[in-house]
Nanobody, 115 residues
Framework: QVQLVESGGGLVQPGGSLRLSCKAS????????MGWYRQAPGNQRELVAV???????NYADSVKGRFTISREFAISTVYLQMNSLKPEDTAVYFC?????????WGQGTQVTVSS
């Protein structure tokens, strides 16, 4: 079982920035990929950004150029730096990890972009 602990959500004004963190309970050597999904009320959960064990990154078109996913291998932590935030980025953000063909999820952290 893999535990994922998220932090960093909150309320921010449009144009502002937030950084989300997600720490895994296992070594990153055993994780195929880690990433972030989000779900707004009434919408399906969607991929925001993902980074693979090999370092490849993939982003949703809606966040390209504004969000950056990175990692600290030694502490099994993935970050999502979110800049130029828009009201439509408001959602619950979930950390995700794929380990041995299994999917694991964090509890979610709320991000609200509003003036």
């Amino acid at each position: 079982q893999v535990q994922l602990v998220e932090s960093g959500g909150g309320l921010v004004q449009p144009g502002g920035s937030l950084r989300l963190s997600c720490k895994a309970s296992v070594s990153m050597n055993s994780i195929y990929s880690m990433g972030w999904y989000r779900q707004a009320p009434g919408n399906q959960r969607e991929l925001v950004a993902v980074i693979t064990n090999g370092g490849s990154r993939n982003y949703a078109d809606s966040v390209k150029g504004r969000f950056t996913i990175s990692r600290e291998f030694a502490i099994s932590t993935v970050y999502l730096q979110m800049n130029s935030l828009k009201p439509e980025d408001t959602a619950v953000y979930f950390c995700h990890a794929r380990v041995d063909l299994l999917n694991f999820w964090g509890q979610g952290t709320q991000v609200t972009v509003s003036s």
